[in-house]
């Protein structure tokens, strides 16, 4: 084990050597350092893949299981990545029960061709001036909508009206 770590160090050397240097600590701290961010950006690579693996699995098997299945997208908007401003539609329930969501981030549900019953709600957040940030919430409220085999939809809340709206969309060619 620690001929594998000396062969590390060693390996790290060009960088670490003029980083040690600079700031007066040993090779082998900086590349412990190096070390530790490595295994950072592994361990977030890991578990932000994973999910969507098996929210992928989960969707296929749907799929297959219903093949005239509906895919539905939630309103999203982010404006750097939401650090400025974000707005989301969210859909708690689908007729009483926990949604199919069509990928990990929740973006999208899937509903079978008919008339379904949506508990949904709308957040969004900005910067404020005064204080770090300033979000609103619409209770959650039960809405209707009726989804057509071959079709996709978007719902989309409409913030003077206070009201939400399904408009077909163009599906994506694959």
Request: hydrophobic share 40%; glycine share 4%.
């Amino acid at each position: 084990m620690d001929e594998l770590i000396l062969n590390a160090v060693k390996a790290l050397s060009p960088i670490t050597e003029p980083i040690a240097k600079a700031t007066s600590l040993k090779p082998e701290m900086v590349a412990n350092i190096f070390g530790f961010i490595i295994l950072g950006i592994v361990l977030t690579l890991v578990f932000t893949t994973i999910p969507e693996i098996f929210a992928k699995k989960k969707l296929k098997k749907y799929m297959e299981e219903n093949p005239t299945a509906v895919r539905v997208k939630l309103n999203r908007t982010r404006i750097l990545f939401g650090i400025i401003a974000s707005s989301t539609v969210y859909v708690q329930k689908v007729d009483d029960a926990h949604p199919v969501f069509g990928k990990a981030n929740r973006s999208d549900i899937i509903l079978l061709p008919g008339t379904h019953k949506l508990e949904i709600n709308y957040s969004s957040q900005r910067m404020g001036v005064f204080y770090k940030t300033v979000a609103q919430y619409t209770e959650f409220e039960n809405i209707e909508v009726t989804v057509e085999e071959g079709n996709e939809y978007i719902i989309k809340y409409n913030k003077k009206e206070g009201t939400y709206k399904i408009d077909k969309v163009e599906p994506k060619k694959k």
